[in-house]
């Protein structure tokens, strides 16, 4: 069966550090993935999204992320975090079998910033 | 672009009454239309997958003649919780799909905070 998982419920950085989420899914053929960050009491903003191509993908608000095949994953990345990142972020799954199906979700990583 | 707007943001209403919520697309149209609702601290579950002017697709689980589901266009789908009980307080939001075949990408409305007393 198709699946998401997002190994880490939650993370804590420092501002100004490093960030990766990690995301691995299950699914039968190549995939189309997305990132969505959710802030609190707000809807899913998507952050990027990968259909073919370049595997390494550029989004918004300075974050990237690299779809790997063999190890059938599709992290997360930004190089310095700001305290506004401080949200939910869900990793899915479009699975496309002749046509669009619904979207599959990780149960999200909950980030929060240190100042 | 794709932007989304859900109205009402909240709503509060007694245990018994009905609450319509709306979604529109603003910049694009959307042929089809998807409904979750979210629980605290959890991800999004889908209740039913709209396409505009045929009868909506309701998940395992979901009652169809309690969440009523209308897509009468391409830019707006509305979504009727009817006899609303306190166990259907929850975080509604909708969620268009845009995009040509082989870049479909599902965007998000704000969301619908529902009370039920």
């Known amino acids: 069966a198709q699946s998401v998982t997002q190994p880490d419920i939650h993370i804590t950085v420092s501002e100004g550090a490093s960030l990766e989420l990690r995301c691995n899914y299950s699914?039968?053929?190549?995939?189309?993935l997305f990132w969505y960050v959710q802030s609190p009491g707000q809807g899913l903003q998507l952050l990027l999204k990968y259909f073919s191509g370049d595997t390494l993908v550029q989004g918004i608000k300075g974050f990237e992320a690299e779809f790997k095949r063999s190890q059938s994953s599709f992290n997360l990345r930004k190089p310095s975090v700001h305290w506004s990142d401080a949200a939910e972020y869900f990793c899915?799954?479009?699975?496309?079998?002749?046509?669009?199906?619904?979207?599959?979700f990780g149960a999200g990583t909950r980030l929060a910033v240190h100042p | 672009g794709a932007v989304v707007s859900q109205h009402p943001s909240w709503v509060i209403c007694k245990s018994g009454t009905s609450v319509k919520i709306e979604c529109r697309s603003l910049?694009?149209?959307?042929?089809?239309m998807f409904w979750y609702r979210q629980f605290p601290k959890q991800s999004l579950m889908l209740m039913a997958t709209?396409?505009?002017?045929?009868?909506?697709?309701?998940e395992q689980g979901v009652e169809k003649d309690k969440f009523l589901i209308n897509h009468a266009s391409l830019t707006l789908s509305t979504l009727t919780v009817t006899s609303a009980h306190p166990e259907d307080s929850s975080f509604y939001i909708c969620?268009?799909?845009?995009?040509?075949?082989?870049?479909?990408?599902?965007?998000f409305g704000p969301g619908t905070r529902l009370l039920v007393l």
């Open positions: 709209s396409n505009e002017g045929s009868k909506a697709t309701y």
């Open positions: 899915a799954v479009g699975p496309y079998s002749g046509g669009y199906n619904k979207l599959i």
């Open positions: 910049d694009f149209q959307a042929t089809t």
């Open positions: 699914y039968g053929a190549t995939p189309y």
């Open positions: 969620s268009p799909l845009f995009g040509g075949e082989g870049r479909k990408t599902q965007y």
